[in-house]
């Protein structure tokens, strides 16, 4: 079982930063895909970023790149996701999610989930 635990939400205004935590094991921090998901009110949930366990290779979508940021701290077992010049269209329920494979990890099909944390980008 793997533990997957967000913190940073908050509320931002727009062109603001902000850096979100995933806290988790050091088993899974270098042996699972480790990535981040968001969902915002109405819309469906879409992948924003993820890394990968043995080299640390990052990938972020589109609408992301150039502004977030995923990295881990494998000492500290934990994800971050480092966001700047941040939109209103940015906000939304922000997922930490592990998986065993890419591939689950990118169609929304990872094994574990966190609970979430709130990110509202609003003047």
């Known amino acids: 079982q793997v533990q997957l635990v967000e913190s940073g939400g908050d509320s931002v205004q727009p062109g603001g930063s902000l850096r979100l935590s995933c806290s988790t094991s050091?088993?899974?921090?270098?042996?699972?895909?480790m990535g981040w998901y968001r969902q915002a009110p109405g819309k469906e949930r879409e992948y924003v970023a993820h890394i990968t366990p043995q080299n640390g290779y990052t990938f972020q979508h589109n609408d992301v790149k150039g502004r977030f940021t995923i990295s881990r701290d494998i000492a500290k077992a934990t994800l971050y996701l480092q966001m700047s010049r941040m939109k209103p269209e940015d906000s939304g329920m922000y997922y930490c999610?592990?998986?065993?494979?890419?591939?689950?990890?990118?169609?929304?099909?990872?094994?574990?989930w966190g609970q979430g944390t709130q990110v509202t980008v609003s003047t």
């Open positions: 050091a088993y899974a921090i270098t042996n699972y895909f």
């Open positions: 999610v592990a998986a065993r494979t890419e591939y689950k990890l990118r169609f929304e099909n990872a094994e574990y």
